[in-house]
């Protein structure tokens, strides 16, 4: 691919910085520009990059899609706002519920999920709002990831072709492109992020849909939701790349009171990693991966199984979809 990498060892931040805040005025000029906050490192560190460079003529946007963690959207609209960037919440829980329903293959779930984002909502964020562009938090993972062909990132769209000013009505600028995580965990720290954002675990962008194995509804998105909170609440001194919970689609015996319980799985994931190319399975104690499951198993409405995945990446990936 014809996109350079820059690795964390030939990164000077504060020059970086400011050859992308210096990029961005010039591109945006006297017109308005758009970007969504996830509240992840990539699209934090876009946030105040694009915010230092066009100051309000930035429009912020949470895309509640509904499929994000419990309580994120306030959580994160309100870190911003004591950052000094407002951020506007978005409801768009029945476009992505109704993009999703039905579908079953991973590929083409993660197609609905950038259609829905791409053309529904953002389509008509930057019509209303006058922008002409999107910017977004793109990194070199991703683009590399996509373009081998393991699986689709949701933000790869002019590196498969698409061409978003025809398609969107729109052009999309990803300042951090050459970079991996890393590197824009260095750059949010500079930026002046706190450690809570810039130090977070990764969250992919088509969020807790990527953790579902087969199709999404609400019911399956509050059963992955739920055992995520346990996962992260459990795992929270666990110094890991990532944890995450996934819900499977076939379901296995299991007894409650004696009878036959038909239930749910749930599959738990712990990551080391540095740059989530390669990944290997946290080495987690025996004591908290069954008090994991206790929890799961009994506050989790319908789970009766919790398996932990101790196989690395490749040939895993981190997310399961
Ligand atoms: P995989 O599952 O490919 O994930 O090993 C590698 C890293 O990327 C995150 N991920 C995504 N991030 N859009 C994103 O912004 C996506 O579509 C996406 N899919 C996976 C994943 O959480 C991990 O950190």
Not at 9 to 26: C, G, P, Q
Not at 38 to 64: C, E, M, P, Q
Not at 82 to 98: N, Q
Request: with cysteine.
């Amino acid at each position: 691919m014809d996109i350079q990498e820059v690795t964390v060892l030939d990164l000077n931040v504060e020059k970086f910085i400011e050859e992308k805040v210096a990029e961005i005025a010039a591109i945006v000029g006297d017109g308005i520009a758009i970007n969504a906050l996830s509240g992840g490192v990539d699209s934090s560190v876009v946030t105040i990059l694009a915010h230092r460079a066009l100051g309000n003529k930035l429009k912020t946007y949470f895309i509640d899609n509904g499929l994000m963690r419990e309580g994120e959207p306030e959580y994160i609209v309100g870190l911003f706002k004591e950052l000094g960037v407002s951020v506007e919440l978005v409801d768009s829980k029945k476009e992505f519920f109704s993009a999703l329903s039905g579908i079953t293959e991973p590929e083409e779930k993660r197609e609905a999920i950038t259609h829905a984002f791409y053309k529904v909502v953002f389509g008509n964020l930057v019509l209303e709002s006058g922008g002409r562009y999107l910017l977004q938090g793109t990194n070199y993972t991703d683009v590399e990831e996509t373009i081998a062909g393991v699986k689709r990132q949701h933000n790869i769209l002019e590196q498969l072709g698409i061409d978003t000013e025809q398609q969107y009505g729109y052009k999309v600028l990803e300042p951090l492109i050459q970079l991996r995580k890393d590197s824009i965990r260095e750059l949010g720290k500079v930026l002046g992020l706190p450690l809570e954002i810039y130090n977070r675990p990764p969250f992919p962008g088509p969020a807790l849909s990527a953790r579902i194995i087969g199709e999404v509804t609400s019911q399956r998105i509050v059963t992955v939701r739920h055992a995520t909170k346990i996962i992260e609440e459990e795992l929270a001194d666990i110094d890991a790349f990532q944890c995450l919970g996934i819900l499977h689609e076939d379901r296995v015996t299991g007894v409650r009171e004696g009878k036959r319980d038909f239930g749910l799985q749930i599959e738990v994931r712990c990551w080391d990693s540095v740059d989530a190319r390669v990944a290997s399975p946290t080495n987690l104690p025996f004591d908290l991966l069954r008090k994991l499951a206790d929890r799961i198993t009994n506050e989790v409405t319908g789970v009766v199984s919790v398996t932990y995945n101790i196989a690395q990446k490749p040939p895993s990936t981190i997310e399961a979809v």
